[in-house]
């Protein structure tokens, strides 16, 4: 059997966690900071809780040097919520409407769940040339004049599609699903109006999303049609405590971040997170039973898709794989195939480790 040291998880969802937050969460359960009570019946009220609260916003400010014109507020529930609780926040009345761009799977889902509340005009990005995939340059966008926003999903995590250009649409505002590259690499904030991601990809644990708001998006819709508890308004006012908070996972968001800084922070993770996905793609590009049809230019760097020359060599992959200790490298349900997926807390070791796998299979089976 193999230890907890030798076994990679490379799921698209919940990521790994790094040893020493893990130790640390050991600790806690027990006696959190010395006051003999665990992590896990602090009242969210307390002043110890609220240290947490204003430590996490720090972390985040710093990192992603956020502007002082955006709060920073955490939702329940995962990123499909914003789903709908973007439109009814930003949305006047049903008769506006929304520019969505669309460029795989989950933009996709955003977009029919827009749908209930607005007129959504959809925008395709992605296309194909000779059989490759490729996405059009944000110029060629064909924005509405009177749209309330624009929202599209940066990574597609997975189609593996990757939007690596900024927006830059004068008076527009700008609405990012970012769920899966949130804190993988410096990012100019002042371009977004909104930026959302759920917590359990690169922030710690599911059951929370961390929202970037520019101040001037907060109070949009004045009806009283918006669920309080979604309210951001509401969210912002009661520091994202209008209703009981999950406190273990916004805790265990706090010392992931914590562990970011101590990495160096968002330059040298974006260093790292490109040599990871490096490494594998030039495997998939070398070998003759790996095949990846995304243009180099919007390849995803966080979650890398293919699929393999037949349908036994897939199964033999999933299985030999698992057998070896990378755990999670199925595809999703909806496009099959084979998905890797490197948030931050997936070790250079582990990616190295694969890739050499990878290699020794593609010359056993090629
Ligand atoms: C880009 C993106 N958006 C939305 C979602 C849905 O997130 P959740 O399951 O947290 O609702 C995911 C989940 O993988 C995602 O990757």
């Known amino acids: 059997m193999l230890y907890k040291k030798e076994i990679f998880n490379f799921s698209a969802s919940q990521a790994m966690i790094p040893d020493v937050v893990l130790k640390q969460i050991k600790k806690d359960l027990f006696n959190w900071n010395n006051k003999n009570i665990s992590i896990m019946e602090i009242n969210h009220r307390s002043n110890y809780f609220i240290s947490i609260v204003e430590s996490t916003k720090k972390y985040l400010r710093e990192l992603l040097n956020i502007p002082l014109d955006y709060k920073i507020i955490f939702c329940f529930g995962g990123a499909r919520v914003q789903f709908s609780i973007v439109p009814i926040n930003l949305i006047k009345n049903k008769f506006n409407s929304a520019d969505y761009v669309n460029s795989g799977y989950w933009s996709n889902n955003a977009i029919n769940e827009a749908k209930k509340y607005c007129f959504v005009n959809q925008i395709n990005a992605v296309y194909k040339e000779n059989n490759v995939i490729k996405v059009y340059p944000m110029d060629n966008w064909l924005i509405s004049n009177n749209s309330s926003y624009l929202h599209y999903c940066p990574n597609e995590t997975v189609n593996g599609i990757y939007i690596d250009e900024l927006p830059n649409f004068h008076n527009h505002i700008v609405v990012a699903d970012c769920s899966s590259i949130i804190l993988s690499r410096v990012l100019d904030i002042s371009k977004f109006g909104i930026i959302y991601a759920s917590t359990q990809k690169n922030i710690g ?97 966080t979650n890398i898709t293919f699929t393999l020359s037949n349908s036994n060599l897939h199964e033999l992959f999933l299985k030999e794989s698992n057998n070896a200790g990378f755990l999670n490298l199925a595809g999703h349900r909806s496009v099959g195939g084979i998905r890797i997926s490197l948030y931050n807390s997936m070790p250079l070791l582990g990616v190295k480790k694969l890739a050499k796998f990878m290699y020794n299979f593609s010359t056993k089976y090629s």
């Open 205 to 301: 644990l599911s059951g929370l999303t961390l929202l970037i708001i520019r101040n001037d998006l907060i109070n949009i819709n004045k009806s009283k049609v918006i669920p309080s508890a979604f309210n951001y308004q509401y969210l912002v006012k009661y520091n994202s405590m209008f209703s009981t908070p999950p406190t273990f996972t916004w805790y265990v968001v706090n010392l992931i971040l914590k562990w970011l800084k101590k990495q160096g922070g968002l330059s040298s993770i974006e260093k790292i997170n490109k040599i990871k996905s490096s490494i594998l793609y030039k495997i998939i590009d070398n070998s003759t039973i790996y095949h990846n049809n995304i243009s180099s230019t919007c390849r995803s760097y």
